[in-house]
C-alpha cells in the first residue's frame, strides 16, 4: 500500500480481555516501530523490529505486551488481560533501513479498554 | 524522566505571523532532532528535522534552530496559515542507536485567520 496501514482504527474491549492490532508497513521497509500515546502525551516508543527480530523491546511496560513480526512485514501486537491504563492511541512506523532513515507513521489504532 | 520537553501545550497566532515552538532536551547523546505534525485521527507526519552537527535547517516556510549548549530546539513557521493548525511534536534520536524516537508533549498550534 501507500502508506503504513494500521487494523482496527478503533478497538474496545473488556478489562481482562486479549487484544491484538495490526500494522501493515510500507512494502519493502525493513524496520517497524510500535508507540503509545496517551492522552495528552507524546508517542512513546514500545519495539523495534529490524526484518524478523526483535532489536530493542526496552518500552514495553510490562509482560502482558508482545509483538510479533513473523515474516519481515505485517507486524502484530498483543496484549494479555488487558487493563484500563492501556487505553491509548497505538501508532505504528515503518522506515526503509532503520535508525538513520526516516520513519513513517500509520493513523494509529485507539484502544479503549472498559 | 521526561527526556524531551516542550513546554507549551498551546500557541495562539494570526494569520501570516511568525509561529515559534520551543523544545528542551537533556540527554547529550541525542545528535539527531525532528518536528512532526499530527492532524486530529491521523499519524504525526515528518515536517522537518535537523542533525547535531547543524545549528540551522530551511525548508521553505520552516526552520529548525537548533542550540547545542542550551540544549533547546524550536521550530519557527513563516508566515503561519490555518493549515498549520495541528499538534507539533519535537523528537530525538541517537542515531547510533536502534532509531527510537524520544517524543515531547506535543504543543498545539491555532492560527487564525
Known amino acids: 500500500g501507500a502508506g503504513v496501514s494500521q487494523t482496527p482504527s478503533n478497538k474496545v474491549t473488556e478489562k481482562g480481555k486479549y487484544v491484538e492490532l495490526r500494522c501493515d508497513p510500507i512494502?519493502?521497509?525493513?524496520?517497524l516501530y510500535w508507540y503509545r500515546q496517551s492522552l495528552g502525551q507524546g508517542p512513546e516508543f514500545l519495539i523495534y523490529?529490524?526484518?524478523?527480530?526483535?532489536?530493542?523491546d526496552s518500552g514495553l511496560p510490562n509482560d502482558r505486551f508482545f509483538a510479533v513480526r513473523p515474516e519481515g512485514s505485517v507486524s502484530t501486537l498483543k496484549i494479555q488481560r488487558t487493563e484500563r491504563g492501556d487505553s491509548a492511541v497505538y501508532l505504528c512506523?515503518?522506515?526503509?533501513?532503520?535508525?538513520?532513515?526516516?520513519?513513517?507513521f500509520g493513523q494509529g489504532t485507539r484502544l479503549t479498554v472498559v | 524522566d521526561q527526556q524531551v520537553k516542550q513546554n507549551s501545550p498551546s500557541l495562539s497566532v494570526q494569520e501570516g505571523r511568525i509561529s515559534i515552538l520551543n523544545c528542551d532536551y537533556t540527554?547529550?547523546?541525542?545528535?539527531?532532532f525532528l518536528w512532526y505534525k499530527k492532524y486530529p485521527a491521523e499519524g504525526p507526519t515528518f515536517l522537518i528535522s535537523?542533525?547535531?552537527?547543524?545549528d540551522k535547517n530551511e525548508d521553505g516556510r520552516f526552520t529548525v534552530f537548533l542550540n547545542k549548549s542550551a540544549k533547546h530546539l524550536s521550530l519557527h513557521i513563516v508566515p503561519s496559515q490555518p493549515g498549520d493548525s495541528a499538534v507539533y511534536f519535537c523528537?530525538?534520536?541517537?542515531?547510533?542507536?536502534?532509531?527510537?524516537?524520544?517524543f515531547g508533549q506535543g504543543t498545539t498550534l491555532q492560527v487564525k485567520p
Open positions: 523490529f529490524q526484518g524478523t527480530g526483535a532489536a530493542d
Open positions: 512494502s519493502g521497509h525493513t524496520a
Open positions: 523528537a530525538a534520536k541517537r542515531t547510533s542507536n536502534t532509531g527510537k524516537l524520544i
Open positions: 512506523a515503518s522506515s526503509l533501513q532503520g535508525p538513520n532513515t526516516e520513519a513513517f
Open positions: 535537523i542533525s547535531s552537527i547543524k
Open positions: 540527554n547529550s547523546m541525542f545528535d539527531y
